[in-house]
Each structure stands twice: as C-alpha cells, then as structure tokens.
C-alpha cells in the first residue's frame, strides 16, 4: 500500500515536472520581423523575407504587437520609408520575462505621427497669410517636405499679432495656425504636414522592455509617453524630435534609463518628468533643460 502511495506520488511529481518544463518552453521568446515594404500582415513575422507560405515579415508594427507575447523582440526593417504608426505597450504581455527584455529594435527606422494637410485645409488670408485649423486643439507643429518650420513666438509671452509674423514662420491664434508664406508660395501645392497622432510610443504598466535604434518623430503630444508603474525601462540610441509637447515625458512611479539618444527640437520640452518619475540620463543629448514638475 505504501509502494502504491509513493508511486502516485512520484507520478504526481513527474507530471508537475513535465508541465513545468512546458510550461517553460512556450514562454520561449520569439522573434517578430516587420517590413513595410515587402512584408504582409497575412504572414506570421517570424522570418526578415517571405520564405514559403506563412512564413515572412508581416508589413505593420500593430500586426506584430498582435502577435506577440511576454519577452519577444520585434525587430523593424529600414527601408529609409517611414512606419506611420503609433506604439501601445500595456501589461505583462508586452513586459520581460526571466533575464529576456520585451524588445523593440528599431535598425534606424523612423516612426512618423504627422499627417499631411489636404489642399482644402488652406484658408488663404491678406498679404500672403494661410489659415489651417487641425482636428484636434492643445498642441501644434508645423512641418514642410518632412521638416520642422521655425514658429514665431512674441516676446514676454505677449499675445501672437497676426500682421506680425515674418515670412515663412507660424504662430498658433486660438485654435488655429497661421503661416506666412513667400511671395506667390501656395501651400495648397506644397508638402506640408501637421503634428497628427497624439503619442509615439506610450508604455504602461510594463517592466523589462527595450526599445533601440528608433527614431520617433512629428507626433502631436510626445514622442515616448512612460504613462505610469513602469520599470526597467531602457532606451538605447533613440531620437526623439519635432514632437507637439515633449520628445520623452515620464509620470506617475515609472522609471527608465536613456542612454546614448537624443531629445531635440521638441515644441515645449525635451524631457518632462512629473509625479515620482524617474529618468537616469546617460550620454544623452537635449536642446533645452528638462522640466520636472510634481
């Protein structure tokens, strides 16, 4: 009877055992390629070029956020063509696990939130002034061919005087943008664009997560937005530029760890850190003083 005890036992333990290792094995992290090129979002992700059936890039950084899960890498494929997308990392699926960081790596590719201001947008104002009212309020910029426009700015904070904004800068008058154009310049025709999506990438409730070689641009809000009860956060040779409100905000109890990037050209501020955020700065280049405000 006790033989027959012990063996249920050991049984027991054995199966416990097998589903451990199991258990294990599928929490192996997995490699997730992107190519907004050549990928298609039919395929599974887990190989840089379409090889046979299922197996190639899929063409979105969504797709592969669909597909991932605890400590995998999504690694995204430059092709110099920028990915217009924005970046949810939400809870443990997009967390590390064990000594495996969830992984974005970027290969110098460039996120872009900015959308292009339609032909019907321009209102044509007197002396070569145009009107164009974004969608949404609260934070502005104002690109062309892909590049930051100077805005004008009076000085002491004194109200924006339409009459005064010099040739090819704009200023922001209660909702709207004013831009001063070159003699006979007709925007309509011309590649301009607006800060569009709200945040590049927002983080919340994550901790273990890796995100390098990324650049991230044009976005109305922030750049990178480490929203609340993050840790172990890193960024690695990021740049983030042009953005409405701050190229990296930090809040709530987040922490993370910047290293070799680039915080530049942001509307209001480069670097913003509320609440208990933490942002440990390592070789990191900003064009204006970081804000910390509690």
Not at 28 to 49: E, M, Q, T
Not at 64 to 75: E, N
Not at 226 to 250: A, F, M, P, Q, Y
Request: aromatic share 8%.
């Amino acid at each position: 009877m006790r033989n027959a005890v012990r063996f249920v036992k050991f049984k027991s333990g054995l199966l416990c055992l097998m589903l451990l290792l199991c258990g294990f094995k599928s929490v192996d992290a997995r490699v997730i390629y992107v190519d907004n090129r050549a990928g298609n979002n039919a395929l599974n992700g887990f190989s840089p070029k379409i090889v046979d059936g299922k197996n190639g890039p899929v063409k979105t950084i969504q797709r592969a956020l669909d597909y991932a899960r605890r400590g995998d890498k999504i690694i995204l494929i430059n092709n110099k063509i920028p990915y217009y997308e924005s970046i949810s990392l939400s809870g443990k699926r997009f967390s590390g696990i064990g000594k495996e960081n969830f992984t974005i790596l970027g290969n110098g590719a460039t996120l872009n939130g900015s959308i292009k201001i339609p032909m019907n947008g321009w209102k044509q104002l007197a002396n070569d002034l145009w009107k164009v009212t974004p969608y949404r309020k609260g934070y502005f910029n104002l690109y062309l061919d892909g590049k930051i426009l100077p805005e004008y700015k009076p000085e002491k904070k004194q109200p924006v005087k339409l009459d005064d904004i010099p040739t090819g800068k704009w200023a922001v008058y209660q909702g709207a943008i004013y831009y001063r154009g070159s003699k006979n310049q007709l925007p309509p025709t011309e590649a301009f664009s607006l800060a569009g999506k709200s945040v590049g990438v927002s983080l919340i409730d994550v901790e273990g997560v890796s995100i390098s070689d990324l650049n991230i641009e044009n976005f109305r809000i922030d750049g990178i937005n480490i929203h609340d009860r993050c840790k172990n956060i890193v960024l690695e040779n990021v740049t983030c530029s042009g953005n409405g409100r701050s190229g990296l905000s930090v809040n709530g109890t987040s922490q993370v760890e910047v290293i070799d990037s680039k915080l530049v050209n942001n509307r209001l501020e480069d670097l913003l850190v509320t609440e208990q955020g933490v942002a440990d700065l390592k070789q990191t280049e900003l064009s204006k003083k970081g804000t910390v405000t509690p």
